[in-house]
């Protein structure tokens, strides 16, 4: 109720959680239909991929990447992982076999009706149940960590020309994208040196992300790549203490939230720039 338990988690654990974890997997609406729905964060997006080439979809045996297509989209909230990425920057995924559900969180989401009606035959919990594996596989049996920086580097430059365009009323002069371009150019070109490491702080580079104040108006919510929009409930924004501020008209939070994304993605980028160099820094308590 309320993620009390996940967040509660979380934060008592926040310590080894930072030190150790390298991903956190997420499956709560597992099965409602048959087709794939992946959010993450952008630099798992490659090894979920390859995870679904390899699993069969219930419907016809074909793989369930060739009916997916491959997009990942934003994380919001709502569901457990939220104090994973937002609050402790662990990269997160969420993933569902969806479809139309009628009767979501009423008396008749049961057994009966899933064994009956969702899913007879419990086919699609299967291949769920191989996705999440293959995937929590992967990540864990492996010297070099499948996180692909490259991916989320051009996830990004694509967000922030979204992001320019979203500025339609901003007085002339008072935002100053330079240094966020430029910040995501020296990430992406860190990313292609980092790719072959076989190390582990592969998967902390998102510890990065991480703004010690927090967003503006929930410190809370620490993460500058990805988070729930304030007034939009379960969905996401990218750049959201950015986003939020346009959205509001706050030209001067905007643009302190800009140069804030700007020095989270250059620290990212030198963070990687030393895993390239096989020279892991000490990692920081998020």
């Known amino acids: 109720y309320g993620l009390l338990g996940s967040t509660a988690y979380g934060e008592m654990n926040a310590a080894e959680l930072a030190a150790k974890a390298v991903a956190y997997i997420n499956v709560d609406e597992g099965v409602s ?6 959010s993450a964060t952008q ?10 080439a390899d699993v069969e979809d219930p419907r016809d045996g ?32 969420d993933m569902q076999l969806s479809g139309s559900y009628g009767v979501y969180h009423s008396v008749y989401d049961s057994f009966t009706w899933m064994a009956t009606q969702g899913d007879p035959g419990f086919r699609f919990h299967v291949a769920m ?20 920086h490259s991916e989320q580097a ?13 500025v339609t009323k901003a007085p002339v002069g008072m935002l100053h994208f330079e240094p966020l371009v430029s910040a995501v150019a020296k990430y992406a070109s860190a990313a292609i040196d980092a790719s072959s490491a076989e190390n582990d ?6 510890r990065r ?3 010690p104040s927090g967003l503006p108006r929930r410190p809370w919510f620490k993460h500058v790549l990805q988070a729930p929009g304030l007034y939009l409930g379960y ?19 905007a643009d302190e939230q800009i140069q804030a994304a700007a020095n989270a993605i250059r620290q990212a980028a030198l963070f990687l720039g030393e895993v390239g160099g096989a020279t892991p820094p000490q990692m920081a308590i998020a």
Not at 33 to 38: A, Q
Not at 134 to 145: C, G, M
Not at 154 to 166: E, T
């Open 129 to 148: 149940a191989r996705l999440w594996g293959l995937v929590a596989i992967r990540l864990a049996d492996t010297k070099a960590l499948p996180f692909d």
């Open 43 to 52: 630099a798992l997006a490659k090894v979920i991929r390859a995870a679904a």
């Open 209 to 211: 992300f991480l703004l």
């Open 62 to 93: 074909r793989s369930l990447l060739s009916h997916w297509g491959g997009e990942v989209g934003l994380l919001g909230s709502g569901s457990d992982y939220t104090v994973f990425l937002d609050h402790l920057g662990i990269a997160s995924a």
């Open 33 to 38: 239909g048959g087709e794939l729905k992946v």
């Open 235 to 253: 969905a996401a924004l990218a750049f959201p203490g950015i986003a939020q501020a346009v959205d509001d008209g706050d030209w001067a939070t």
């Open 154 to 166: 051009s996830a990004l430059a694509k967000q922030v020309v979204a992001l320019q365009k979203r």
């Open 201 to 206: 702080v592969l998967a902390f580079t998102e």
